[in-house]
Protein backbone atom coordinates (compact mmCIF):
# COMPACT_ATOMS: atom_id res chain seq x y z
CA UNK A 1 0.00 0.00 0.00
CA UNK A 2 1.56 3.73 -1.06
CA UNK A 3 1.35 6.84 0.90
CA UNK A 4 0.66 10.08 -0.75
CA UNK A 5 3.27 13.00 -0.10
CA UNK A 6 3.97 16.52 -0.47
CA UNK A 7 6.96 18.00 -1.99
CA UNK A 8 7.90 20.81 0.69
CA UNK A 9 11.18 20.86 -1.15
CA UNK A 10 13.43 19.20 -4.04
CA UNK A 11 16.83 19.93 -5.04
CA UNK A 12 18.51 18.03 -8.05
CA UNK A 13 22.00 16.45 -8.81
CA UNK A 14 21.60 14.52 -12.28
CA UNK A 15 19.73 12.21 -11.94
CA UNK A 16 19.31 11.90 -8.24
CA UNK A 17 16.63 13.95 -6.12
CA UNK A 18 16.53 14.50 -2.57
CA UNK A 19 13.28 15.85 -1.55
CA UNK A 20 11.73 17.11 2.15
CA UNK A 21 8.39 15.57 1.63
CA UNK A 22 5.13 15.87 4.12
CA UNK A 23 2.71 13.06 4.32
CA UNK A 24 -0.86 14.25 3.16
CA UNK A 25 -3.12 15.07 5.75
CA UNK A 26 -0.81 15.16 8.30
CA UNK A 27 2.59 17.31 10.19
CA UNK A 28 4.64 14.56 9.93
CA UNK A 29 7.99 15.42 7.60
CA UNK A 30 11.22 13.37 6.07
CA UNK A 31 13.94 14.48 3.44
CA UNK A 32 14.23 11.36 1.20
CA UNK A 33 16.35 10.70 -2.20
CA UNK A 34 14.83 8.83 -4.99
CA UNK A 35 16.38 8.46 -8.29
CA UNK A 36 14.21 10.17 -12.04
CA UNK A 37 15.50 7.88 -14.34
CA UNK A 38 13.74 9.75 -16.95
CA UNK A 39 15.11 14.00 -16.13
CA UNK A 40 18.67 14.84 -16.03
CA UNK A 41 19.49 18.03 -14.93
CA UNK A 42 23.06 19.37 -14.09
CA UNK A 43 21.73 22.83 -13.09
CA UNK A 44 18.70 23.93 -12.12
CA UNK A 45 15.11 22.98 -10.77
CA UNK A 46 13.48 19.66 -11.67
CA UNK A 47 10.56 20.34 -14.33
CA UNK A 48 8.78 16.28 -13.70
CA UNK A 49 8.29 17.64 -9.80
CA UNK A 50 8.36 20.50 -8.04
CA UNK A 51 7.38 22.01 -4.79
CA UNK A 52 3.29 21.99 -4.12
CA UNK A 53 3.23 18.28 -5.92
CA UNK A 54 2.19 15.01 -4.93
CA UNK A 55 3.44 12.35 -4.92
CA UNK A 56 2.68 8.22 -4.14
CA UNK A 57 4.91 5.54 -3.07
CA UNK A 58 6.87 3.87 -0.34
CA UNK A 59 9.21 4.82 1.97
CA UNK A 60 12.25 2.41 2.49
CA UNK A 61 16.01 2.70 4.00
CA UNK A 62 18.75 1.86 2.32
CA UNK A 63 22.57 1.30 2.23
CA UNK A 64 22.61 0.04 6.23
CA UNK A 65 26.32 -0.71 6.81
CA UNK A 66 25.89 -2.07 10.57
CA UNK A 67 22.59 -2.27 13.40
CA UNK A 68 22.30 -3.46 17.01
CA UNK A 69 19.74 -4.88 19.26
CA UNK A 70 17.72 -2.44 20.61
CA UNK A 71 15.71 -1.86 23.83
CA UNK A 72 14.57 1.91 22.70
CA UNK A 73 11.64 3.03 21.85
CA UNK A 74 10.95 2.98 18.10
CA UNK A 75 12.50 6.61 17.15
CA UNK A 76 13.83 8.17 14.22
CA UNK A 77 16.19 11.43 13.34
CA UNK A 78 17.20 13.10 10.60
CA UNK A 79 20.14 15.44 11.94
CA UNK A 80 21.70 16.44 8.92
CA UNK A 81 20.16 19.46 6.96
CA UNK A 82 18.38 18.77 3.85
CA UNK A 83 20.03 15.38 3.92
CA UNK A 84 17.91 11.58 3.50
CA UNK A 85 20.52 10.33 5.95
CA UNK A 86 18.66 8.58 8.92
CA UNK A 87 19.49 7.12 12.41
CA UNK A 88 16.32 5.08 13.84
CA UNK A 89 14.81 2.11 16.11
CA UNK A 90 12.71 0.00 14.20
CA UNK A 91 10.75 -3.09 14.98
CA UNK A 92 11.26 -5.86 12.53
CA UNK A 93 8.18 -7.64 11.09
CA UNK A 94 10.09 -9.99 9.11
CA UNK A 95 13.31 -11.23 6.99
CA UNK A 96 12.74 -10.81 3.41
CA UNK A 97 15.95 -12.34 2.45
CA UNK A 98 20.02 -12.16 3.15
CA UNK A 99 19.87 -8.66 2.75
CA UNK A 100 16.08 -7.08 3.44
CA UNK A 101 13.79 -6.87 5.93
CA UNK A 102 10.48 -5.70 6.45
CA UNK A 103 10.05 -3.42 9.60
CA UNK A 104 7.84 -0.65 11.56
CA UNK A 105 9.36 2.49 11.69
CA UNK A 106 7.90 5.42 14.07
CA UNK A 107 4.66 7.10 13.36
CA UNK A 108 4.91 5.56 9.88
CA UNK A 109 1.65 3.24 9.29
CA UNK A 110 2.83 1.32 6.46
CA UNK A 111 6.13 -1.15 6.87
CA UNK A 112 9.14 -0.07 5.10
CA UNK A 113 11.85 -2.45 3.24
CA UNK A 114 14.89 -1.99 4.57
CA UNK A 115 18.30 -3.40 2.70
CA UNK A 116 21.34 -3.36 4.13
CA UNK A 117 25.04 -3.67 2.35
CA UNK A 118 26.13 -6.88 4.46
CA UNK A 119 24.35 -10.38 4.86
CA UNK A 120 21.70 -10.34 7.92
CA UNK A 121 21.17 -13.25 10.27
CA UNK A 122 17.94 -15.19 8.83
CA UNK A 123 16.00 -15.52 12.27
CA UNK A 124 16.54 -11.41 13.04
CA UNK A 125 13.92 -9.83 15.25
CA UNK A 126 12.82 -7.22 18.03
CA UNK A 127 13.60 -3.89 17.81
CA UNK A 128 17.13 -2.80 16.34
CA UNK A 129 19.54 0.55 15.85
CA UNK A 130 20.56 1.64 12.45
CA UNK A 131 21.40 4.32 9.91
CA UNK A 132 21.23 4.69 6.57
CA UNK A 133 19.22 6.48 3.81
CA UNK A 134 15.81 7.24 3.39
CA UNK A 135 14.51 6.56 0.18
CA UNK A 136 10.76 6.88 -1.60
CA UNK A 137 9.99 4.53 -4.33
CA UNK A 138 7.46 6.61 -6.16
CA UNK A 139 5.16 4.71 -7.92
CA UNK A 140 3.35 6.66 -10.79
CA UNK A 141 0.06 6.90 -10.76
Avoid: C
Avoid at 62 to 78: A, H, I, P, T, W
Wanted: proline share 3%; no cysteine.
Amino acid sequence: MSTEFLILNIWTDGYERVAHIRIANSAKEFFVSFTEYDEYIEIGKSAKRTIGDKIKGNLKIELVMDFSGSNKELLYYQNIPNSPHIKAVVDVINVIDDFSISAYLKDYGTPIIIEFERQIPKQLNGKIELSGELQIDIINS
